[in-house]
């Protein structure tokens, strides 16, 4: 299993691509309850009353006038929700230059063919990769190869990227149509241990059914849904303070979990839930891990 910190992604070390559909919020400009909504510090704000010169954020009495309705499409995928998506047409790149050092990179929620990282000291290009986000794991014959709709993993992770100071990271993902972002996490990995074979992979699903007196369902309203990962991972007995410590120090921050690098299925994005570490062996021990998903 590996975890990744990411990195804080601020404006100061953020460049992308993609576009706003709204415009910013103006002090000079006077709003009403139908007037489109705006865009202030990385979220969009929708106007529930008038108002001219109220900030969105910093006026005493923002919530009289505004309320706010999700982050803006360049920051949906940095948010803490994975169901917020950052979109555009054909591609999305973005470049980060994280504080220290960064190895890694996971993608949750995909919706794209490929994708491409590039990592450079800012002059010269030390790492240029392209991966493909076609899933074959469905295939069962000649049939479906030629003739079944092509599938695409929506989960991406790479790790072992160069170790430079302050690097210069571009995550480019392609796509026909519009491509999509869940989330993204640029960061620095750490290795817990193996995943034991018997990892629950699930999610809850928030979407609303609605019924009759007969339990019929009447309406389906589709909402976002998170997934929710159970771990059992063998860590070598030299290393479990190292774990026990590196867990705690985790506490109450979203990170992403690679359970096993070849099911994306185990790929995940939220806060850790370590149960008690059994010292069951001489040479290793066992620790239970949950992680509550965004």
Request: hydrophobic share 40%; proline share 4%; aromatic share 12%.
């Amino acid at each position: 299993m590996i975890i990744i910190r990411p990195a804080e992604i601020t404006d100061g070390i953020l460049t992308s691509n993609v576009t706003e559909t709204y415009s910013a919020w103006s002090s000079v400009t006077a709003y009403t309850s139908a007037s489109a909504p705006v865009t202030y510090n990385q979220s969009v704000y929708q106007a529930i009353a008038n108002t001219t010169n109220n900030n969105p954020e910093t006026d005493p009495a923002a919530a009289t006038y505004w309320t706010r309705i999700e982050p803006m499409n360049k920051w949906a995928m940095f948010d803490t929700q994975t169901s917020t998506v950052s979109t555009r047409a054909s591609n999305i790149t973005v470049t980060v230059q994280p504080s220290g050092t960064a190895d890694s990179v996971a993608l949750f929620y995909v919706s794209a063919a490929a994708v491409n990282v590039t990592v450079s000291d800012g002059v010269d290009e030390y790492y240029n990769e392209d991966f493909s986000l076609t899933d074959n794991s469905g295939i069962e014959d000649w049939y479906f190869y030629f003739f079944e709709p092509i599938v695409r993993k929506t989960e991406f992770y790479v790790s072992g990227l160069p170790n430079l100071y302050n690097p210069e990271i571009t995550v480019t993902t392609t796509g026909t149509g519009t491509v999509e972002i869940g989330h993204c996490v640029i960061g620095f990995s750490r290795e817990l241990g193996d995943t034991a074979y018997g990892a629950q992979v699930g999610f809850t699903d928030y979407s609303k059914i609605e019924v009759d007196a007969l339990g019929v369902p009447e309406s389906i309203t589709p909402r976002a849904f998170v997934r929710s990962n159970r771990f059992t991972v063998w860590v070598e007995a030299a290393r479990v303070d190292y774990v026990i410590n590196l867990l705690a120090s985790y506490r109450a921050t979203p990170v992403a979990v690679i359970g096993a690098s070849e099911y994306t299925s185990t790929f995940g994005f939220g806060l850790l839930k370590a149960g008690y570490m059994a010292i069951s062996y001489p040479s290793h021990s066992v620790i239970d891990i949950e992680l509550q998903g965004f």
